[in-house]
């Protein structure tokens, strides 16, 4: 029988901590959390060999700012909630790739010996994220293409629609968690391959907004394969939330238990994580 669940109100933390504000929620007698706070003070806060699985997705530097957003563009957001400006703090590659490689180097210890790593890129930050993974002592397991036939079209007629993603899965240690038989059930009991056909979720996305919301069956699909039953999974650029979104989905319809820890620096995603899920929940 599922178990209450309990939503717990925002608790306000000590400026110099970095977390700015904790949402819990307990279900089915698992807690995990969202914080609003920069991912660096989240990393601190997770104890050494804790995670089994981190799925983010990081900014894409792609250099987008206001001044230069298309009239014709679907997705003003990455100028107005400033989701992906880094001009007001580092105009080049270089800087992206030492941030990168430096919450890559801090997470690592947080992980547990075979755990993995999954993150989300384009063509605008994939060479300098895999030179980060594997200057911090990661191995690339393999490279997932997400293709998208719902993508968006590209409508000022210059050059192909942008109709897939990369999903790098890299591990920090030896070996890494691959739960086989669950990989086959989703793809008809064969070897499940490394391209995954998974539309855009654009209803979800009309109302829980955010720049590069992903759809909850790639998350999930990703952290059933690779994550343990009662494993702990992260992700410090939560956005919308979609990540702990998955692993409630898991929980609950999967019976595949899993607890996590979301964060994100801006306070209106944060909440807007929390809203999702304790909906979600009832």
């Not at 030179?131 to 997932?144: H, M, N």
């Not at 890299?170 to 086959?184: D, L």
């Not at 306070?267 to 899920?277: D, F, K, L, Q, S």
Request: aromatic share 12%; hydrophobic share 30%.
């Amino acid at each position: 029988m599922e178990s209450e669940t309990e939503h717990n109100a925002p608790s306000q933390s000590t400026p110099k901590d970095g977390i700015h504000q904790t949402y819990a929620f307990t279900h089915q007698g698992l807690s995990s959390h969202i914080l609003q706070a920069e991912c660096l003070a989240a990393i601190q806060t997770y104890p050494k060999d804790s995670v089994h699985t981190a799925f983010l997705d990081p900014p894409y530097n792609t250099g987008l700012v206001e001044s230069k957003v298309p009239r014709y563009t679907q997705n003003k957001d990455f100028a107005e909630k400033k989701w992906d400006n880094f001009h007001a703090e580092w105009d080049t590659i270089p800087d992206y790739y030492r941030w990168s490689a430096e919450w890559l180097d801090a997470l690592r210890p947080r992980m547990q010996k075979r755990s993995s790593v999954w993150i989300c890129c384009t063509h605008h930050c994939q060479g300098e994220l895999l030179l980060a993974l594997k200057r911090t002592g990661y191995y690339i397991i393999t490279q997932v293409a997400w293709c998208i036939p719902n993508a968006f079209p590209h409508l000022a007629g210059t050059r192909m629609a942008h109709s897939h993603q990369t999903l790098i899965w890299a591990r920090p240690y030896a070996s890494h968690f691959y739960n086989y038989p669950v990989a086959k059930s989703y793809n008809d009991g064969k070897n499940l391959r490394d391209y995954w056909l998974i539309n855009n979720d654009t209803q979800a996305g009309k109302r829980w907004k955010h720049p590069s919301k992903k759809p909850p069956a790639l998350v999930r699909r990703a952290l059933h394969i690779s994550t343990p039953e009662q494993g702990h999974v992260v992700d410090f650029f939560a956005g919308s939330g979609t990540t702990g979104l998955a692993c409630e989905q898991l929980t609950r319809d999967y019976t595949y238990p899993l607890t996590y820890t979301l964060s994100d620096q801006n306070a209106e995603y944060a909440a807007m994580a929390h809203e999702r899920i304790k909906e979600y929940l009832g």
